[in-house]
T-cell receptor
Framework: DSGVTQTPKHLITATGQRVTLRCSPRSGDLSVYWYQQSLDQGLQFLIQYYNGEERAKGNILERFSAQQFPDLHSELNLSSLELGDSALYFC?????????????FGQGTRLTVV | DQQVKQNSPSLSVQEGRISILNCDYTNSMFDYFLWYKKYPAEGPTFLISISSIKDKNEDGRFTVFLNKSAKHLSLHIVPSQPGDSAVYFCAASSYNNAGNMLTFGGGTRLMVKP
């Protein structure tokens, strides 16, 4: 158990809909990262938050947004869903401190858009 | 533009032999490198890391080698065990003002045959 909790584990929804994925980081971790893994693809960085503020942005679509709340949990909102958005969405957390950059991943949310 | 590449999508090795997984990167700003292991239906788990000030880091059966001039790193697993069968991701990080996001390679699927 990595200590990072993601809910829900599975989500099936129709095209055009909106969903929210939730992530609770490890206790004490201030950074939260969101990654997308499409079928047989590597992990694509979407966005990072640190202590409530957006710190880095990757290949995140305009239809996607995220936020980190005062209790440090994070939500990834996906709207106007398309079939191609079907993927595993991982959340990871870490303590941003010098060179110690190991990130701990949750089990992921498998999103299926039909 | 893929900044971290794992050119071998899969590797098959006999139990007890050495597994060598390779990774190349293009961004000279990367200063910390990590290997993650991923089983099906689970999130990636941290395996081993190396700082750019070192050229080798060993942890039990796992050794990571870094060749900065070639922008190449490799993960050696000796001896390989069937339980090592998983997808291995190479990741790189650079600490900058935007935080310390990890950039992942596409992964190599390792199969260790009994």
């Amino acid at each position: 158990d990595s200590g990072v909790t993601q809910t829900p584990k599975h989500l099936i929804t129709a095209t055009g809909q909106r969903v929210t994925l939730r992530c609770s980081p490890r206790s004490g971790d201030l950074s939260v990262y969101w990654y997308q893994q499409s079928l047989d693809q590597g992990l694509q960085f979407l966005i990072q938050y640190y202590n409530g503020e957006e710190r880095a942005k990757g290949n995140i679509l305009e239809r996607f947004s995220a936020q980190q709340f005062p209790d440090l949990h994070s939500e990834l909102n996906l709207s106007s869903l398309e079939l191609g958005d079907s993927a595993l969405y991982f959340c990871a957390s870490s303590v941003v401190e010098g060179m110690n950059t190991e990130a701990f991943f949750g089990q992921g949310t498998r999103l299926t858009v039909v | 533009d893929q900044q971290v590449k794992q050119n071998s999508p899969s590797l098959s090795v006999q139990e007890g032999r050495i597994s060598i997984l390779n990774c190349d990167y293009t961004n000279s700003m990367f200063d910390y490198f990590l290997w993650y292991k991923k089983y099906p239906a689970e999130g990636p788990t941290f395996l081993i890391s190396i700082s750019s000030i070192k050229d080798k880091n060993e942890d039990g059966r796992f050794t990571v080698f870094l060749n900065k001039s070639a922008k190449h790193l490799s993960l050696h697993i000796v001896p390989s065990q069937p339980g090592d069968s998983a997808v291995y991701f190479c990741a790189a990080s650079s600490y900058n003002n935007a935080g310390n996001m990890l950039t992942f390679g596409g992964g190599t699927r390792l199969m260790v045959k009994p």
